[in-house]
């Protein structure tokens, strides 16, 4: 929704919130010793990296084709709190975010603590409905 809203030219910044739960995804209820839970460590921040690194190249090839300056930032912590530090020091027109994932769908449902967002962003917020 936000390739489709920008007009060219514009800045399209796309914010990407590892949540800070993964941090401790070690999987220490299994692996029981330092080398098994540092391989998996580096195995999970491997997947994500390249999903994330995927989804980042499928928006900036998109963002291009329209004639939009693309940036990216990749962050670890809660989504709502690194939504409000990126808006404060990007200063956007407007933040685009997608509602929940219906029940069943494929995929991490990490929340986003809308109350905290809407109380203390200070620009225009669009939600944007699941697709399907």
């Not at 933040?95 to 995929?107: E, Q, T, W």
């Amino acid at each position: 929704m936000a390739l489709e809203l920008a007009a060219p030219g514009a800045r399209l910044s796309q914010l990407v919130v590892v949540p800070d739960f993964w941090k401790g995804m070690m999987g220490d209820d299994w692996l029981n010793n330092a080398s098994t839970r540092d391989a998996y460590g580096r195995h999970v921040e491997q997947q994500l990296e390249r999903e994330i690194e995927a989804e980042v190249a499928r928006v900036r090839a998109r963002a291009g084709e329209l004639g939009l300056r693309y940036e990216r930032r990749v962050v670890l912590g809660k989504p709502a709190e690194c939504l409000l530090e990126a808006a404060a020091m990007l200063k956007p027109e407007l933040v685009v975010i997608g509602s929940p994932r219906r029940a069943k769908v494929k995929g991490l449902r990490s929340r986003m603590q809308l109350e905290t967002l809407v109380r203390a962003l200070a620009v225009p917020l669009l939600i944007v409905p699941y697709p399907g």
